[in-house]
């Protein structure tokens, strides 16, 4: 059986915390909450991917919000590097068909998962695709 994404991120959690570590320690300054992980466009990612996300930040350390598809990264000039593993996101969308009798519609829902890098992990990208981080005090 495939495993979601919720069990990936899970696996970790419960494997961080089996050897006594706190992954949902803070890592991001609080002078610059609220960091929402944000997508390409710099809209804040929704639903389930906040959370997942929030908490993939949290347990890699990541400061930067940002986050991007291989291509959308590929798109900007920047490059994965090697190595790096991606953070799982969902994707939900609706479908409209049309009726062949004229009725209404039918609409389809269906999920699909695809992966993100934060920018963290990835070079060459411009500037202000990276989290400009300030001084942490103990």
Known sequence: MKQTAL?????KIIARMECGELPWRQPWRNS????????????????????????????NGWESPR??????????????RKG?????AI????????SD???DPKVIRFLRSYVVFNSEQIEGLPQECYAVPDKRHP
């Not at 986050?67 to 994965?80: E, P, R």
């Not at 790096?84 to 799982?88: D, F, L, Q, S």
């Not at 994707?91 to 049309?98: A, G, M, N, Q, S």
């Open 91 to 98: 994707l939900y969308k609706t479908r409209e068909i049309e």
């Open 84 to 88: 790096e593993k991606g953070a799982p």
């Open 32 to 59: 610059a909450c609220p960091l929402l992980p944000t997508r390409a466009d710099g809209e804040p990612f929704s639903g389930a991917n906040l959370w997942l996300l929030a908490m993939q930040m949290a347990m």
């Open 7 to 11: 069990d990936q991120l899970l696996e």
């Open 101 to 103: 009798e004229g009725d």
């Open 67 to 80: 986050f991007y598809t291989f291509n959308q990264a590929k798109a900007l000039g920047g490059m994965v």
